[in-house]
Structures are given as structure tokens and as C-alpha cells.
């Protein structure tokens, strides 16, 4: 997809939508809420009728609404057994096609734990899993983006580093760039010039279409020395998002902007007002 600028949506359906777990509506809710797009949450499973899939495309395309998605949190790609790592490729390729009927041409999720493992050798075994992913969704003629999230543990596979290499030796691999995330799990990296610094790397590693693709995910957040606790409305968090609506404004960033907020609509709205405005 061309983007203009940067689209701004919620996590799942937004709150005020009146049928809280029809995603149609809540795609109708987006649209009158101004809005731009809205995220699919199969957090906790891939489970959605073929009529639902096929009505969801048919709506986002009607009123300009695209969709992205999310995938299960039981995924882990560096499982102790062979079989919970079998079970975790499929529900991403479970995810895929679901996401593919319903019209998203990115999807996101958490890609592994290390536990306890050296961090190259996990990023090795995701890597391989990746282009099992990757091989298998091109035979099923699925394109769709698979974007392994910026986590916000320390115990969690997906650093900066891990998702720039994962996205330079897999095809089909881009970042979901979480910075509340990336903020929970290093301390830092919330003032604007070090968003910069963050842009800057992601233009010199993966060229400009980093920049012009992207799926970044905001939220308040709240962090110990492990990482993410919880995510927080944004008016309650230390979190700089008006730095980082200047860092992406100046570097012309364009893309999906999906705020993972309590408040979801509140938030998102409120950043795509201060963008506009900038």
C-alpha cells in the first residue's frame, strides 16, 4: 500500500463502539470517529467466521479503512519442545490467512522468549521459522506483511537490532516499531533527538521504504528494570509522544499508527490532532 502520511487507528475495536466484539462496527466506529484505520486483535486466538472476514473487507474498503492485525501471545519461536515451536508457526500462518481474507496487508506479534538462551542463538531459530513462514504463505499465494513486534521485556526476543537483521535476511519481514516498548525496555529513547537517532537508523539500515512502510504501535507504558508492566492512557505516562509525532513529521514517516491506550480512541485521536496540527 501507498501511503500519504501516517494513519492513525486503535488496538481492537474502539471503546464506544456500540457492539463492543463486532470488528465491522468497530471499522464503522473508526470512520465516524475520524479515524484512519483499526488493528485486528487475535491475542487471544485465531478464531473468525468466513462471513465476518469477507464482511470486514468489504466495509474497510468501502469507507477507506485499512486493517492490520495482530497474532496470538502464546507464540513463541524458541519453545523448549519441537511441537509448542510447530504449534506457533501455525497460528502465525493461521493469522496470516485470516488477516489476508479480511483484506490486511500487515500483521504483527510477539515473536519468541529467550529463555534463558543466547540471544543469537534464538535469533537463528526464529529466522529459520521465518522462512518455513514465509515459503508455506507464498505456496498458499498469501502477501501480506509479517512484522515481528519491538517487545518491551528484557526477556523478550524483538530489540531494535534483532528486527533490523530478521527484516534484512527474510523477504517478507518488516518491524512493527513499538516505542513505547522500545522505551519499557531500554530506559531510554524518549526525547525527540533520540527518536531521530532511532529513524536515522532505520533509514541507513533498510532504506528510505522503512520510513514510508511502516506499523508502529504508541501507548502510555509503565516499566521496571525488566521492562513493560502495563500500558497506560498517555496523559498518565512519562512517555514523550509529542516528541515522537515531531521525530516522524520530520522525517515525513508514513504508515500505521495503532495506539494500544486503555483509552484507544481517546488517544489516538489526540495524536493525529497534534500531527495534523504540526
Keep these: 500500500m501507498k501511503f500519504e502520511r501516517l494513519l492513525f487507528g486503535t488496538a481492537g475495536v474502539p471503546n464506544t463502539t456500540a457492539k463492543k466484539n463486532n470488528p465491522i462496527e468497530g471499522v464503522k466506529r473508526i470512520h465516524e470517529l475520524g479515524l484512519d484505520c483499526m488493528q485486528l486483535e487475535f491475542a487471544h486466538g485465531v478464531r473468525m467466521k468466513e462471513e465476518v472476514s469477507s464482511g470486514l473487507r468489504k466495509i474497510s474498503y468501502e469507507l477507506g479503512i485499512p486493517l492490520t492485525s495482530h497474532g496470538p501471545y502464546y507464540i513463541n519461536l524458541n519453545a523448549r519442545e519441537q511441537d509448542k515451536i510447530d504449534s506457533s508457526v501455525e497460528r502465525i500462518i493461521q493469522t496470516a490467512k485470516i ?137 498518565q505516562s512519562d512517555f514523550n509522544w509529542k516528541g515522537l509525532m515531531n521525530a516522524l513529521k520530520k522525517f515525513d514517516c508514513r504508515g500505521y499508527v495503532i495506539c494500544n491506550s486503555p483509552n484507544l480512541e481517546d488517544d489516538a485521536k489526540m495524536m493525529k490532532d497534534y500531527y495534523l496540527s504540526l
Design 99 to 235: 488477516s489476508d481474507l479480511c483484506g490486511a496487508e500487515s500483521m504483527t506479534f510477539h515473536a519468541a522468549f529467550y529463555m534463558k538462551d543466547s540471544p543469537f542463538d534464538v535469533f537463528d531459530l526464529v529466522e529459520k521459522s521465518m522462512n518455513v513462514i514465509e515459503e508455506r504463505l507464498n505456496r498458499l499465494d498469501i502477501e501480506i506483511e509479517l512484522r515481528p513486534e519491538l517487545t518491551g521485556k528484557t526477556s523478550q526476543f524483538g530489540s531494535l537490532d534483532e528486527l533490523i537483521s530478521l527484516t534484512k535476511n527474510v523477504n517478507s519481514c518488516r518491524p512493527c516499531m513499538d516505542f513505547s516498548h522500545l522505551f519499557a525496555r531500554t530506559g531510554k529513547y524518549n526525547t525527540e533527538e533520540e527518536f531521530e537517532q532511532v529513524l536515522t537508523v532505520l533509514k541507513g539500515e533498510l532504506a528510505d521504504e522503512a520510513l514510508q512502510n511502516m506499523h508502529i504501535h504508541i501507548s502510555g507504558i509503565s516499566s521496571n528494570s525488566k521492562g513493560d508492566l502495563k500500558h497506560l492512557n498517555l496523559e
